[in-house]
């Protein structure tokens, strides 16, 4: 029953995202702000009660702020949503992204690279991931992302996985060199295919890292909780050698959205790998929670599992 429930609303976001990528495609991109504005106030006149639930939900991760504060941190990422609908419909009918895209911190993936071992950037769950490919690879460093069987859907069933979502995520899948899938059996073909991009071609591999589940988790203060995190990412980094970079997609203004490429993790290499994927984390956790309070309009979801 849950997945019956779970692919009709797989259905329903298609439907709403090819609309929403139709109207974008079809209009001129000097009208795309006045759509998102149209669209935007639209929905806070159709669903005002939605936002306060959201006010009500977000004092969880960000205390000491008034719901007057919180709604309006709900009204920017409702409106992050709608932009970030328009986008990936638009990917599904041309290549690109249909925002502007400004990035800061390329000198650290540019220093990263210059070490000649390859990089590993640690994605945080925030506007999406596209811009972040489409940058790397402007800059000369194009992307293998490790992904889950079941992205960019909700249900496990044949419709949402093989039909639903090659659609939804064809503009994402587009500006990546690979995709290298987890297997939904356990298998690990996926890490030989990870080290390979890393240790051969000294390539870039991005890997999410507040996903709420993983191999294994280690734990950190985060947004007034302890959260589990997985060690995916700084696994690979410390048996690689490769350096490892947190990034994000954030949402600056009406389609304006910003690559951030942050400093490497700081984590001592000299650690053994158990010791070194606990620091990693408690780093990684850190710059999470700074990013969220200061960029919380830009959250899609939090992918944290609460320990």
């Excluded at 005002?48 to 006010?55: G, M, Q, R, Y």
């Excluded at 992205?151 to 990546?176: D, F, K, N």
Aim: net charge positive; hydrophobic share 40%; with cysteine.
């Amino acid at each position: 029953m849950a997945d019956i429930r779970g692919t009709i609303s797989d259905v329903a976001k298609l439907a709403v995202t090819v609309g929403l990528g139709a109207l974008a495609a079809v209009t001129p991109r000097t009208a795309h702000g006045r759509l998102v504005d149209a669209l935007a106030a639209a929905g806070r006149r159709v669903r005002s009660d939605e936002l306060d639930d959201v006010a009500a939900t977000l004092v969880e991760y960000l205390p000491n702020t008034t719901l007057q504060e919180r709604r309006q941190v709900a009204v920017e990422m409702r409106t992050m949503r709608i932009e970030h609908g328009i986008c990936r419909g638009y990917g599904i009918f041309r290549s690109g992204w249909p925002a502007q895209i400004e990035v800061t911190g390329a000198e650290h993936l540019d220093a990263a690279q210059r070490q000649g071992r390859g990089v590993v950037l640690w994605l945080m769950s925030f506007l999406d991931a596209t811009p972040l490919n489409l940058a790397a690879l402007s800059l000369g460093y194009p992307v293998t992302h490790l992904s889950a069987a079941h992205h960019g859907v909700q249900a496990r069933s044949v419709v949402s996985q093989r039909v639903i979502a090659p659609i939804l995520l064809r503009g994402e899948r587009r500006s990546q060199s690979h995709r290298v899938v987890i297997p939904p059996d356990g298998g690990l073909t996926y890490l030989r295919e990870l080290k390979s991009t890393i240790e051969r071609d000294r390539g870039t591999v991005t890997i999410r890292g507040d996903y709420p589940f993983g191999r294994r988790m280690v734990e950190a203060p985060c947004l007034g909780s302890t959260v589990a995190f997985p060690t995916g990412a700084p696994s690979l980094a410390h048996g690689s050698g490769a350096p490892l970079l947190t990034t994000a997609v954030v949402r600056r203004s009406r389609l304006v959205h910003e690559v951030q490429f942050d400093e490497p993790i700081q984590a001592a290499r000299r650690l053994d790998r158990s010791a070194f994927q606990h620091a990693a984390v408690q780093e990684f956790a850190a710059r999470l929670e700074q990013r969220t309070r200061r960029h919380p309009g830009s959250l899609q979801w939090l992918r944290v599992r609460r320990a």
